[in-house]
């Protein structure tokens, strides 16, 4: 290989020659495939006498990939610490380094007498390109120049790979989680509800002939057993719903609120619903948002509180406020953590409304109302919500 003028057609003509390496390493599906691909450009582009893909892997550099044997037999390649030599020194300062004469270069630290001249080109944390010849002066800034582009390519593609592979890994410890979560709530379910059912069919035995104490008595235990349902019913919610939506569909604002208000227990409750236009989402999950806002108001205000619903002032996002006590300020943090509850609740609503939103991309905050009651804003963070 001879050095060459950067400004020449040539030079140019290798440019893009290494974009298109870079297309097809976008079809790689391995690491091993990209230093490949790699290395054989080197030889047949750039027209390196040898280079080599040196690997972080634990504390040493390993030589991945070799191609050629014109200087050095591959299997004499050696390892690198990474406070060692032009290569080392390449991987820890994330600066390239040309070496017309690695012999008496300050840095370098050849591993063999025929090694006469080099560059290397750090790829992030990955590790270091290096190519090597046995003549002195064989490589200049052109040369460099070109490394340094097919090295940005190499680097772009391994971290592409390396981000996909965490997360396929991320998903199936997900999966697996939700999967082991979802089995213990089902085992829970079953054995909280069979017992459920035998005492309400003893309660409904003892009402017979029973004295006024004795069904004031009965009723705080069905007002307990109704309690314990909903939070059997609430723990197989959170183990059920997945973390994403996977389809969405436009649902009217105002009859989503309204079909949400008619499920929940409301007593003397008042809803003033001011929530005009569509929101784009899931159908169900929405509802099922809704309805734990609205019962988490009525839990915490009282029976007569009065529930507003409408749209933010910028219009990216739906409100529901109550008049009721609030929320304390160092408190607000934390309601949507289960088993946070301030009432009578189950600790699992606002956890359930969280999940809801986050699984649509967007995010929740409470605040404070204009009547000093809790606020709880919702805010579409992607274009399809609008």
């Known amino acids: ?37 790699a290395v054989e450009a080197a030889a047949e582009l750039l027209e390196f006498d040898q280079s080599v893909v040196y690997v972080r892997e634990g504390d040493r550099l390993l030589p991945e990939v070799v191609t050629g044997s014109a200087v050095v037999p591959p299997e004499e390649v050696p390892p690198f610490d990474p406070d060692r030599g032009a290569i080392g020194h390449a991987y820890q300062t994330g600066e390239s380094l040309l070496a017309e004469d690695v012999q008496t270069h300050g840095v370098s630290d050849p591993t063999s007498p025929d090694i006469r001249s080099g560059l290397c080109v750090p ?9 090597i010849s046995d003549t ?47 089995e213990f709530a089902s085992i829970l379910s079953h054995d909280l509800r069979s017992p459920l059912s035998v005492a309400s069919g003893w309660l ?17 235990v069905e007002n307990a057993m109704e309690r314990m349902e909903t939070l059997v019913e609430d723990l197989l919610v959170v183990s059920r ?29 008042i809803l003033e619903c001011e929530l005009a236009g569509t929101v784009q989402g899931d159908p169900d999950r929405l509802a099922q948002a809704f309805e734990n806002l609205f019962r988490n108001a009525v839990d915490h205000a009282g029976p ?18 109550d008049d009721g006590p609030g929320i304390p300020a160092d408190e607000r943090d934390d309601v949507f953590e289960m088993g946070v509850s301030g009432g009578g609740g189950t600790g699992l609503g606002l956890a359930i409304v969280e999940r809801v939103v986050t699984a649509h991309g967007w995010s929740i905050r409470a605040t404070e109302s204009e009547d000093g009651g809790a606020r709880f804003e919702i805010r579409f963070e992607d274009e399809a919500a609008a």
């Open 1 to 37: 290989m001879t050095a060459e003028d950067p400004e020449t057609p040539r030079h140019s003509d290798k440019i893009r020659a290494l974009h298109g390496v870079a297309v097809d390493l976008v079809g790689c599906e391995s690491d091993a495939e990209v230093f490949e691909r």
């Open 123 to 131: 790829l992030g944390e990955i590790g270091v390109f290096n190519a």
């Open 136 to 182: 002195p002066g064989e490589f200049d800034q052109g040369d460099l120049a070109l490394a340094e582009i097919l090295a940005a390519h190499v680097t772009t593609a391994v971290q592409r790979i390396r981000s996909e592979a965490e997360i396929r890994r991320q998903k199936r410890e997900l999966e697996r989680k939700s999967e082991r979560l979802e």
């Open 204 to 220: 409904d035995l003892l009402r017979e002939g029973a004295s006024n104490d004795q069904l004031r008595a009965i009723e705080n």
């Open 241 to 269: 719903e997945g973390w994403t939506v996977e389809s969405r569909q436009r649902v009217d604002g105002e009859g989503l609120v309204g079909d949400a208000w008619a499920v929940v227990e409301t007593d003397n409750a």
């Open 304 to 321: 007569s509180v009065t529930v507003r619903v409408g749209s933010l002032a910028d219009e990216e996002g739906v409100y529901v406020a």
